[in-house]
T-cell receptor, first 115, second 110 residues
């Protein structure tokens, strides 16, 4: 167990709708990252939040947005859902030390299906 | 820019025989390298990480990996496979963010 939890476990939405996914980080971790894992692929980096500010973003459009809260929780919001957004969404938390060796601890993921 | 290539999408070995999962990386800077494992319906678990302290890295559950800069490789090995090792394995490079390979599915034959 990594101490990182995500909700809900599964979610079904239709095209054009909006969705909010939630993550609870390990206590004391100041950084959370979100990843999208399409079926049969490796996770792709969406963005990272450090002390409630966005601190890096991958190749995802602005309709993917996030929030990080002081209580170690965070959200991933996706607007105007498309069929290709169907994937497993993973969050990972870490205590950022400013080096590349920080270990990220992953939650079990939220499986999003867009119909 | 950084990337990883996992050379095998699927590896099958018999229980009790050695495991080799191959990974090559590309990075403009000295990278940190990781291996993660993903069991069905479970999150990603860190197996081991290379941080330049030693080229041979030992991880959990008997896995180890060797960093070879001249070959830009970071292959994962285990001397004797166990049924519980069946899972998806990801090689990961980190400079500013984590970049995952496409994964290798390990199947263990009883």
């Amino acid at each position: 167990e990594t101490g990182v939890t995500q909700s809900p476990t599964h979610l079904i939405k239709t095209r054009g709708q909006q969705v909010t996914l939630r993550c609870s980080s390990q206590s004391g971790h100041n950084t959370v990252s979100w990843y999208q894992q399409a079926l049969g692929q490796g996770p792709q980096f969406i963005f990272q939040y450090y002390r409630e500010e966005e601190n890096g973003r991958g190749n995802f459009p602005p309709r993917f947005s996030g929030l990080q809260f002081p209580n170690y929780s965070s959200e991933l919001n996706v607007n105007a859902l498309e069929l290709d957004d169907s994937a497993l969404y993973l969050c990972a938390s870490t205590l950022m030390s400013g080096t590349t060796t920080d270990t990220q601890y992953f939650g079990p993921g939220t499986r999003l299906t867009v119909l | 820019a950084q990337s990883v290539t996992q050379l095998d999408s699927h590896v099958s070995v018999s229980e009790g025989t050695p495991v080799l999962l191959r990974c090559n990386y590309s990075s403009s800077y000295s990278p940190s390298l990781f291996w993660y494992v993903q069991h069905p319906n479970k999150g990603l678990q860190l197996l081991l990480k290379y941080t330049s302290a030693a080229t041979l890295v030992k991880g959990i559950n008997g896995f180890e990996a060797e960093f070879k800069k001249s070959e830009t490789s970071f292959h994962l090995t285990k001397p004797s496979a166990h049924m519980s090792d069946a899972a998806e394995y990801f090689c990961v490079v980190s400079v500013e963010k984590l970049t995952f390979g496409t994964g290798t599915r390990l199947t263990i034959i009883p």
